[in-house]
């Protein structure tokens, strides 16, 4: 593998202090082990001395595990590195024992922690994948051979988008590929001291924009939060060094209001009879800063926060009601994760409580599974693809045996579509495996990921129907459309956010209701200027990849539809009319060329107007006081002369203003009728305040006709406005 390392001794970023790391058994000297694993391999049957440690931390999250294919690949992989040094001088079979260690502690299951021990050896040695799958099963092949791709990555190379690409398929497929990626990634940012320092920063930065995000979606709190302060010592040493201080300066304090409040919190949980364990949980260094830059100078409860851990869900919300009983809650604190788990599988609840002084102390409320899975995320969900009957702590497939749940397993296929159905997979990575495949070239991919990861908090809109979307914040409408309906989303027409209608550039917030109000034409086609909307990559690459394929309709925007359509009117024929807008009566300055009256304002005689050469060799023509006229000037189309022929028919879009009452539509329709109108479309949105709004698109063999349609309109009992449909 292509990582370098040096000895911990070495000059480097400080890791964070004992005083605030979390409780966790003693660093391992890894080093020493590594010398150890030279003298020779362990007797067979015995477990050697150097994976000890790696054994007695799986052995506490799976009792019943079966260390035999850990041993196997210990032997293996000891072998093939033997000889290997890393760049600090220690033996490289350091490296992937320490890998496996940090998994171990996370909780990962054996079969993970196999392909752990192997993980270099396909990249660096002889052994192939063949004799992986041979030894110790597919699955275990299937994790080395997503781990050596991701090896392959080279984060500041121009091919970077495609091969980061191919790294999120992989990962994918199985998450817990890249759950090795990540503890390999820790390891070697411990140990980065000895490279240059400008190679120091480029791997901080890469590991702070792509991968610490990729661990927060994962729910590896524990990797995210370490990653986290290693990149903050590297690229903010002088930031860091101040946050060091503060911690040890507050350590210094005498009196501790964390500890004070968490003796009076056990004493009102055990006068309740609630069974709880009460943890002070420091703040990690980036933690301590963000909260420093937030509120200025810090109080001693600044610097940590409250755990408590309980055994049932019930009994989490029966402490939150003690706590808010028996001490001074801050209601604006208070945060329900569990009713809603955030989209990395976080469970919890949030509150705070002031005491007498004026300080607030953050508590964190969960049971012990909640918490397990806080900490290590789908690491600690164990073997996703395991049968069915297979319980939590099963052993792992021995060697040689096959594999449960490999990629060619009907246990682990989705029938629907043939693919690997992995229970652990957030829903954020379905739906960046679904837009990947969307988008329309590498550099559209690359670019999305990255403002996609760069969203750090995600909410959470329901449906009418009790169904929820997942989104980022400061997703609009725009985005749950696409959420919920993908390219289908193209005919969607307006919004109802809690029961009020809404632009489709509403920004939502966490717990809205959101209910999409869709047209029924097939031909419906979005706008160039939801782009500006859209936040999310499934909405931004959909509406690109349209946008590319229609270039001659993609200039102007589309007429505008605000509702519900009503079924078609029949056009001549019987059938809703689908004809094209022609101008046939519009004499333009450029023989042969297609012209196109606009959507966006429905010209009609005599208003006067301008013709823009779009592509394709088409005209549109729009009035001269539309809004889009200007656009169209400052993006440097071309002005064509246009001019009114002889016709005199026309087609045009009014919207009608009214009050809800029974049969208004059938009353309005009439009117138009009386006047000559023919009904091409109608939509008509549901009533908001009793209030209606109405748009029709109609045409008329005389554009004299129009305001006598007009007045026809507004004369028809309840419509107080009428007027021509103008895009703004």
């Known amino acids: 593998m292509s990582a370098e390392a040096t000895n911990p001794a070495t000059p480097g970023p400080a890791a964070p202090t004992a005083a605030v790391r979390r409780k966790a058994r003693p660093r391992i000297d890894l ?28 052995r506490a999250h799976y009792p019943d595990a079966d260390l035999e294919p850990l041993r196997h690949a210990w ?65 275990v092949r299937y994790l080395v051979d997503g781990v050596t791709k991701l090896e392959k990555v ?33 390891h070697n940012m411990r140990t980065l001291g000895v490279m240059r320092r400008e190679k120091q920063e480029r791997i901080a930065k890469v590991t702070r924009d792509v991968l610490i995000p990729l661990a927060e979606r994962l729910g590896v709190q524990a990797l995210k939060t370490e990653l986290e302060d290693l990149v903050f010592a590297i690229l903010h040493p002088e930031e860091y060094e101040h946050t060091r201080e503060l911690i040890a300066g507050n350590a210094a304090r005498s009196g501790d209001p964390l500890a004070e409040i968490a003796d009076e919190v056990r004493g009102v949980l055990r006068d309740a009879d609630i069974p709880a364990e009460v943890l002070i949980r420091p703040r990690h260094f980036v933690s301590v800063h963000r909260v420093s830059r937030k509120r200025g100078e810090l109080r001693g409860a600044d610097f940590g926060r409250l755990l408590v851990l309980v055994n049932e869900d019930a009994d989490c919300y029966a402490v ?40 607030v102390v953050e508590v964190l409320i969960r049971t012990h599974q909640m918490h397990k899975v806080a900490e290590a995320g789908v690491v600690a969900l164990g073997n996703p ?14 060697a040689g045996a096959p594999a449960t749940g490999t990629p060619a397993s009907d246990s ?101 209701t959101v209910q999409l109000l869709m047209g029924q034409d097939p031909a419906s086609e979005p706008s160039r200027e939801w782009l500006e909307h859209a936040h999310t990559p499934a909405a931004r690459i959909a509406i690109q990849r349209w946008l590319a394929a229609h270039p001659d309709r993609a200039e102007e925007p589309p007429a505008p539809v605000i509702s519900r359509p009503v079924p078609d009117s029949p056009a001549p024929g019987g059938a809703p009319s689908s004809a094209p807008r022609t101008a046939s009566a519009v004499v333009a300055d450029r023989p042969g060329a297609t012209v196109r009256l606009a959507g966006c304002c429905t010209p009609v005689p005599p208003d006067e107007v301008i013709g823009f050469a779009v592509r394709g060799g088409a005209v549109t023509v729009h009035r001269v006081e539309c809004a889009s006229v200007l656009h169209m000037k400052s993006s440097g189309r071309p002005e064509v002369a246009v001019s009114w022929g002889d016709s005199t028919a026309c087609r045009v879009t009014l919207v009608a203003e009214s009050f809800g009452r029974p049969h208004l539509l059938a009353d309005l329709t009439e009117a138009m009728a009386q006047e000559g109108a023919e009904i091409v479309s109608a939509t008509v949105e549901p009533p908001s ?37 103008q895009h703004q």
Not at 32 to 57: Q, S, Y
Not at 332 to 357: C, M, W
Not at 387 to 394: L, Q, S, V, Y
Not at 689 to 703: F, I, N
Request: hydrophobic share 40%; proline share 6%.
């Open 689 to 725: 305040q009793q209030r209606v709004r109405h748009t029709y698109t109609v045409e008329l063999p005389d554009a004299a006709h129009l305001p006598a349609l007009m007045r026809a309109m507004r004369n028809v009992p309840g419509v107080y406005d009428v007027g021509r449909a």
């Open 31 to 58: 080093r020493r082990l590594g010398r150890a694993a030279l003298l020779g391999n362990a007797a067979r049957g015995k477990l050697p001395d150097a994976i000890g440690h790696v054994a007695e931390a799986h």
């Open 412 to 512: 682990a296929e989705d029938p629907e579509n043939g693919e690997r159905a992995d229970p652990t997979r957030p829903g954020w990575l379905s739906r960046l495996l679904d837009w990947q495949k969307a988008a329309p070239d590498t550099d559209t991919f690359w670019s999305t990921l990255r403002e996609d990861l760069a969203q750090d908090r995600e909410i959470t809109v329901f449906r009418p129907d009790g169904g929820a979307l997942g989104l980022p914040e400061g997703a609009t409408c725009v985005d749950a459309a696409y959420a919920q309906y993908g390219e289908d989303a193209h005919a969607c027409i307006g919004a109802r956010v809690n029961g009020r209608l809404a632009t489709l550039s509403t920004v939502l917030r966490d717990g809205d």
């Open 385 to 398: 693809y395991a049968p069915a009957t297979e319980t939590p702590g099963a052993d792992a497939p021995a």
């Open 320 to 359: 939150l009601g003690e706590l808010h009983t028996c001490l001074t809650p801050v209601v604006s604190e208070f945060k329900d994760f569990i009713a809603v788990p955030k989209f990395n599988l976080y469970q919890s609840l949030h509150t705070a409580v002031a005491r007498g002084d004026g300080q």
């Open 75 to 139: 032997v293996l992989a000891e072998s093939s590195h033997r000889g290997q040094m890393r760049k600090s001088g220690e033996p490289y079979i350091t490296h992937p024992l320490a890998v496996t260690l940090i998994l171990a502690e996370l909780g990962a299951e054996t079969t993970t922690l196999t392909a752990s021990l192997l993980h270099d050896t396909v990249e660096d040695t002889d052994v192939t994948l063949d004799q992986v799958r041979e030894q110790f099963g597919e699955e």
């Open 154 to 186: 080279d984060y500041g190379a121009a091919a970077e988008p495609e091969t980061f690409r191919k790294m999120l398929v992989a990962t994918g497929s199985d998450v817990r590929v890249m759950s090795i990626k990540l503890a390999d990634r820790l």
